[in-house]
């Protein structure tokens, strides 16, 4: 049995999943999974084909960013999501793609309005656009956290996305939702200016997404 055997083949099945979805072109992207009881963090490897990676692959990191375990090099965001944990004590997933839609509104500057209530799943009316920083690096990292704010996504300028969830479920559900979001928000773009939801209307949306699905 490995150390954090679970979240290792949740990094393995997610991964794979966000290929699947075509959420991260190539060996784009990048998932973490953080244990809840001893907080260290299982994150996918540096650029390795996600149909060949296996769950011994898959690096384990102390909440520093040291390795406690692996045999791989971690991705070149792991300081983005150890201080990414760090900031967001309650959150115990990550999950960072290049999805298209998502990017190319970060190409824009723009941020994610609420153009479609399914922006709820963020916790905020807008998603936020990290400045641009080279990737891999702190400045990076800082970037994201100190645009984030009290929302569990956000844009990365010129770059891609995050989400964030207190399971890697919910994480992936929220990238999910924001790469459909950012193809709406695009598409009603192309035609005209689409209507974004008031706080009123944005308020009665949050009550019902507490409600909504199958929460764990
Ligand atoms: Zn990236």
């Known amino acids: 049995m490995l150390l954090l055997q679970r979240e290792r083949n949740q990094v393995v099945e997610y991964c794979l999943k966000m290929s699947e979805k075509r959420l991260s072109p190539g060996t784009s992207g990048n998932i973490s999974v953080r244990n809840p009881e001893n907080k ?13 990676m296996k769950p ?3 690096v384990i990191l102390n909440p520093d960013g040291s390795i406690a375990d692996g045999i791989r090099k971690p991705s070149s965001e792991w300081r983005l999501h150890t201080d990414f944990y760090r900031a967001k004590p309650d959150m115990f997933a990550i999950v960072h793609t290049h999805s298209i839609y998502c990017t190319v509104l970060a190409c824009l500057g723009m941020p ?25 690096t702190q400045e990076l990292s800082d970037s994201v956290i100190e645009s984030i704010g009290s929302s ?22 929220l990238a999910e939702n924001m790469e459909f979001c ?32 199958q929460r764990k």
């Open 40 to 52: 260290l963090i299982a994150l996918s490897p540096s650029g390795m084909d996600y149909y060949i």
């Open 112 to 136: 994610l309005k609420a153009v479609h209530y399914a922006i709820c799943d963020s916790g905020v009316c807008e998603i936020p656009v990290a400045p641009y920083r080279t990737f891999g």
């Open 56 to 58: 011994e692959d898959v």
């Open 152 to 173: 569990r996504g956000v844009l990365l300028q010129n770059h891609g996305m995050v989400a964030c969830g207190i399971n890697i479920n919910r994480a992936f559900s």
């Open 182 to 213: 950012a193809e709406i928000q695009w598409r009603c773009l192309a035609v005209g200016q689409p209507n974004i939801l008031d706080q009123a209307q944005m308020s009665e949306a949050f009550e019902q997404f507490k409600t909504y699905g």
